[in-house]
């Protein structure tokens, strides 16, 4: 009965312990009003498990910047072992840039051979959202400066598609208005802050209205924030003519350009007055030049219109633009239209230059060009060539076509020997590119010969 009685006063006494006498979960910080940090300034040894917590969100940095308060607003206690609880933790802090309220859960166990609570592990509460107040923000000045010497340019693009580059300078961006930052949560360590941004640029005549986030990624890194600029993504809402400029790039005045810049087109200065038909492409404006194509087309053999293309390059100063001779150029376009016109007889004087230093007439050539193919561009016919010196008359077929640069080639079905002098010596034609002039004849030239072809 005596040891009955023993172990019945034992349990009564542990019973005791875990009461109001003595239970563990009693010293943990309440659901409420508690302020860890409070707690544990005041007593630390009475507050040994908010101790404890703020000790791991300080060693593990679950608080951005400085804490300011940490205040428990849930538990759920163990009520039968009294010796395990879920304790849940909004910490709040503050950094230079932001203040931040997070949610944790630490998971307690009480050892009661220390009598001290210990934090087992924790875990964010995916339940409640993370808070965060951007405090400093970013001045108006601090963006504009960021677009101008960041962003190397912005690219926009309008309703029918067409693209622009244009770059952001002190000097190009006017009407400049920033929106308060949207800040969006990736992580209690990662945010992207965006900032609505409106502005309108200056790129050669236009202004061009563009609207616009320009994004920042904040982080926390080994304690220190670093703010990183990010490329802005833009839109065009508005393109005008800038008035003072736009007389500098009329029909008229480019025009009056093409002919100042003395184009020339094999021996002819070509003249806007030569045109048979002429277009301008669209101008385009980089930061301190802009440029433009002309398309024109001459017609320079009865019948055969070749298309060109002339460049046009103009310098900028920042307040008005001068053409630049020196950068401009004429070439082809690589488009050309021909005629049936081109049917007919051609005859010209084959002459020779690598024996002869003045050029020597050793042979007349006699083009017949007999079909054109339904104008797809091929052609055959015979060539008729007669030595000077020997009289002898050779007749060879040939076949050819119009390439896309503007010349007619024509290939021989055999190699054609002429003889040219009396030392023996013999040319050799197996194919010739005849090129058109302005003069409306077909020119030939090799690599030690020539000849000029005109209509018979």
């Not at 759920?76 to 949610?103: F, L």
């Not at 093409?258 to 277009?279: Q, R």
């Not at 024509?410 to 002098?421: A, G, K, L, N, R």
Request: aromatic letters at 16%; one cysteine or more.
């Amino acid at each position: 009965m005596k040891k009955k009685l023993m172990v019945a006063l034992a349990a009564v006494m542990a019973a005791c312990a875990l009461t109001a006498c003595g239970n563990p979960l009693k010293s943990l910080p309440e659901v409420g009003s508690d302020n860890l940090v409070d707690l544990v300034d005041e007593n630390e040894d009475k507050n040994q498990a908010a101790a404890a917590i703020l000790k791991k969100i300080k060693k593990d940095d679950l608080a951005i910047g400085d804490v300011e308060e940490v205040t428990v607003y849930d538990r759920k206690d163990d009520e039968d072992g009294k010796e395990k609880s879920d304790v849940y933790v909004q910490i709040t802090s503050e950094s230079d840039m932001a203040s931040y309220t997070t949610y944790y859960v630490f998971t307690m166990k009480y050892d009661s051979d220390s009598k001290d609570w210990e934090v087992k592990k924790y875990e964010a509460d995916d339940d409640e959202d993370i808070e965060v107040e951007f405090t400093s923000g970013m001045d108006d000045e601090d963006i504009l400066d960021d677009i101008i010497n960041k962003e190397y340019s912005i690219y926009v693009e309008d309703e029918e598609g067409n693209y622009y580059y244009l770059y952001p300078t002190t000097d190009t961006v006017s009407d400049f208005t920033v929106s308060e930052p949207d800040i969006t949560v990736d992580s209690s360590e990662h945010l992207l802050i965006d900032y609505d941004v409106t502005m309108t640029i200056t790129s050669g005549m236009y202004f061009y209205s563009v609207e616009g986030t320009v994004e920042y990624s904040f982080w926390i890194d080994g304690g220190s924030e670093d703010l990183y600029f990010n490329y802005g993504d833009y839109s065009l809402v508005s393109r005008e003519i800038d008035p003072e400029i736009g007389d500098t790039f009329s029909e008229e005045a480019m025009l009056t350009d093409f002919d100042s810049c003395e184009f020339a087109i094999g021996d002819k200065v070509v003249s806007s007055a030569d045109f048979a038909s002429y277009s301008f492409r669209d101008i385009y404006f980089g930061t301190d030049y802009a440029y433009d194509y002309i398309d024109y087309t001459l017609e320079v053999i009865d019948g055969v219109q070749l298309e060109y293309c002339a460049y046009l390059y103009y310098d900028y100063d920042g307040s008005s633009y001068s053409l630049d001779k020196y950068s401009c150029y004429n070439s082809y376009n690589y488009e050309t239209t021909y005629t049936d016109d081109v049917l007919g007889t051609w005859s010209g004087a084959y002459i020779e230059s690598y024996y002869n230093d003045d050029g020597k007439k050793i042979a007349t050539i006699d083009l017949v060009i007999e079909d054109y193919s339904n104008n797809q561009g091929y052609i055959y016919g015979t060539a008729t060539i007669t030595e000077i010196e020997s009289g002898e008359t050779t007749e060879e077929s040939f076949e050819g076509y119009y390439s896309s640069s503007g010349y007619l080639y024509i290939s021989f079905d055999d190699t054609v020997y002429i003889y040219f002098d009396n030392q023996k010596h013999y040319e050799y034609l197996y194919s010739m590119y005849l090129y058109p002039q302005n003069d409306g004849s077909l020119e030939y030239e090799g690599s030690y010969e020539s000849c000029t072809f005109t209509r018979q």
